[in-house]
C-alpha cells in the first residue's frame, strides 16, 4: 500500500477519529497500536523483526544509562588522576553494549537485503577458480521499510551513547519512534532528539493542524497523479525499449525518470509531513528544491536530506576522525601540504559514505556505481574548485550572476539525469549500453517521431506541462523563502477554500488513473 493511495488516506482519517475522541493520554497509544496495525498490514509477521529492533534499542538505552550512572557516582570519589582511567573503564563497557546493539539490527538488515547478493559474488569467484561449491539462493520477503527502521535504531543507541541524547524509560516512545506510521514505510529518518518532544505528546487535533496537514497531502497527491503517474508510462517504454530508441529519447527517459522519481518520492513526503502535522507532530524535511542545486555537494543536501544528514554524522565525521585516517593526514600534512591531506581525508570519508549510500539503496552493481558516480563528481569538485575560482578571477566571471547561477544549475541537473540510469536501469550492463547509446547516436530530430509512441497522446503532455509549470512556480517561490502555506492561510476563507477546492478537482479531473494508466509503485518502500 501507497502512502499516495486512497487507502492510506481513509485508513489515515479512521485514525484521526479514533485518536480524536480518545483520552489525551491515552491517544500516544492509539498511535503505537495504529502503528504497528498498519505494518503488520503491510508485511504480516514480518512485524516481529521490527519489535526485535525496538526492544534491542530500548534495552541497549537503559544499560548504557545505568553504566553512565555508575561512572558518575565513582568519579565522585575518584581522584583527578584517576578520573580518566575510569572514564575509558566505562566507556569501553558502553561500546560494547553499542556495538552489540549495531551488528544484532544490521544483521537483520544484511540478511533480508544483502546476502544473496553476496553470495552470487561469492558463486562466481568459485566459478572463477573452479570452485565446486555453490551457495544457494534463497527467495524471501522483506519487511517494508526495514533499511528506514534500522538506520532510526542505530542512530538511537549511538546517541545515547555519545550522550547527545538520555536514554527512555518509556518503553512505548521508543516504539513508536520507530514504529510510527507515517515514517515506517519511506522515511524520513527521524532522529530521536527530533521527535521526542511531539512524538508522544497526545496533542489534539486542531482545525489549523487539520488543514495544514491535509494542505501538505493534497499537495503530495498532485505531484503524484498528475506529474509521476502519467511520466511513469514514459520511463517504461523508454527503460525497456532504449535499443530501438535514439540517444536522445534515451536522454528524454532519464529526464521522465528523475523528474517521475522527485513527484513520487517529494510528493510520499508531502503525505508523511502532513499526516504527522494533522497530530502536532514534527517531521524534518527531507527535500528542499534540489533542482536549484548548483553542484552535487548541494545537491545531496537538498535531495533525501535525512539519510544525507545520517551518513554525514555517522559514517563520515567518524571515518575521518578515526584513529588511522588522523595518522594519514598527518603524515600528509608534514610530507606535502594542507590541502593534499584534507582531500585525500575527505577522499577516504567520502568513499566510505558513497560505497554504503549505493547499497543502501539496493544489492546491486548498478546500485554501487551509483554511489561511486556521484563520490567521483563530488571529489572532483572539490579537486577543481580554487581552479574554477581562479579561472572566473582572470576571465571577469562573477560567479554571484544570475547567468552563471543558471549555468551551475543547467550543469547539476543534467549530471543528476545521467546518474539516475544506474538508478533504475534493471542492471549495471544495461546501463551503461543506455549512456553509451545517448553519447554515441543522439538524434534529437527523431524525437519527434518517437515521443507518440511512448504511451501519452497530446493531453496527457499538455496536463504534464501545465503541472510542472505549478511545482515550478512553487519551488521558486520556496527558494526566495516565501511561505505559501502561511500565506494561503491567511487568505479570505473564500478564497482560501476556493484554492484548496482547485487542488482537489485538479486531482480528481487531471490526475492519471484508470485504463490506460499504471500508479508508480511507492520506489523508495523497497528500501
Known amino acids: 500500500m501507497s502512502y499516495l493511495s486512497v487507502e492510506y488516506l481513509l485508513l489515515f482519517l479512521a485514525v484521526v477519529i479514533v485518536y480524536n475522541f480518545t483520552p489525551k493520554k491515552l491517544k500516544p497509544i492509539v498511535l503505537l497500536l495504529a502503528s504497528y496495525a498498519f505494518f503488520f498490514y503491510i508485511s504480516g509477521k514480518l512485524v516481529f523483526y521490527l519489535l526485535l529492533s525496538s526492544i534491542s534499542i530500548y534495552g541497549a538505552g537503559l544499560i548504557m544509562k545505568k553504566i553512565d550512572e555508575k561512572r558518575d557516582k565513582k568519579l565522585e570519589k575518584t581522584s583527578k588522576e584517576e578520573r580518566k582511567t575510569v572514564k575509558e573503564k566505562y566507556k569501553r563497557r558502553k561500546k560494547i553494549v553499542l556495538v552489540f546493539t549495531i551488528l544484532f539490527n544490521v544483521a537483520f538488515l544484511f540478511f533480508f537485503k544483502y546476502l544473496n547478493f553476496f553470495k552470487k559474488i561469492s558463486n562466481k569467484i568459485f566459478n572463477i577458480f573452479n570452485i565446486n561449491h555453490r551457495f544457494s ?18 542512530s538511537y543507541v549511538i546517541d545515547v551513547y555519545n550522550e547527545k541524547i538520555e536514554a527512555d524509560k518509556n518503553i512505548f516512545k521508543v516504539f513508536l519512534y520507530l514504529s510510527f506510521f507515517p515514517t515506517i514505510m519511506e522515511g524520513p529518518i527521524t532522529r530521536y532528539g527530533q521527535v521526542s518532544d511531539s512524538i508522544y505528546n497526545g496533542s489534539k487535533v486542531t482545525y489549523h493542524n487539520f488543514c495544514f496537514g491535509f494542505q501538505r497531502i493534497l499537495w503530495g497527491f498532485f505531484k503524484k497523479f498528475l506529474i509521476a503517474d502519467r511520466l511513469n508510462a514514459v520511463v517504461k517504454v523508454i527503460f525497456k525499449g532504449y535499443m530501438h530508441m535514439s540517444g536522445a529519447s534515451v536522454a528524454l527517459g532519464a529526464i521522465a525518470y528523475t523528474i517521475m522519481l522527485y513527484m513520487e518520492f517529494s510528493g510520499t513526503m508531502d503525505v508523511v509531513i502532513g499526516s504527522a502535522e494533522v497530530f502536532d507532530i514534527k517531521i524534518p524535511e527531507n527535500f528542499r528544491q534540489p533542482f536549484f542545486a548548483k553542484n552535487i555537494t548541494d545537491f545531496w543536501s537538498r535531495w533525501h536530506i535525512s539519510l544525507g544528514t545520517w551518513l554525514k554524522d555517522y559514517i563520515f565525521y567518524p571515518v575521518s576522525l578515526s584513529k588511522p585516517v588522523k595518522k594519514l593526514t598527518t603524515f600528509l600534512r608534514k610530507h606535502i601540504n594542507n590541502r593534499v591531506s584534507s582531500l585525500v581525508m575527505g577522499a577516504i570519508a567520502l568513499f566510505a559514505v558513497w560505497s554504503l549510500n549505493g547499497l543502501w539503496h539496493g544489492a546491486g552493481y548498478n546500485f554501487l556505481a551509483f554511489g561511486y558516480y556521484h563520490f567521483v563528481l563530488i571529489l572532483l569538485g572539490n579537486i577543481f574548485e580554487p581552479t574554477i575560482v581562479k579561472v572566473c578571477e582572470k576571465l571577469k566571471i562573477n560567479r554571484k550572476s544570475t547567468i552563471y547561477k543558471g549555468f551551475q544549475i543547467v550543469k547539476t541537473s543534467l549530471l543528476v539525469f545521467l546518474g539516475e540510469i544506474f538508478f533504475r536501469a534493471i542492471n549495471l550492463t544495461t546501463a551503461l549500453r543506455m549512456i553509451k547509446r545517448i553519447f554515441l547516436h543522439f538524434d534529437i530530430t527523431s524525437i519527434g517521431s518517437e515521443i507518440p509512441n511512448l504511451g501519452l497522446d497530446v493531453k496527457d503532455f ?17 527558494e526566495h523563502n516565501k511561505n505559501i502555506r502561511e500565506d494561503v492561510s491567511k487568505k479570505h476563507i473564500v478564497l482560501r477554500w476556493a484554492i484548496y477546492y482547485a487542488l482537489i478537482f485538479g486531482i480528481l479531473i487531471f490526475g492519471a488513473y484508470g485504463p490506460g494508466y499504471e500508479p508508480v509503485d511507492p520506489i523508495y518502500a523497497d528500501f
Open 462 to 478: 499538455i496536463v504534464i506541462v501545465v503541472a510542472l509549470i505549478v511545482v515550478l512556480v512553487v519551488s521558486v517561490l520556496k
Open 137 to 154: 539462493i534463497l527467495k524471501y520477503a522483506a519487511p517494508i521499510g526495514i533499511s528506514f527502521y534500522t538506520l532510526q535504531a542505530l
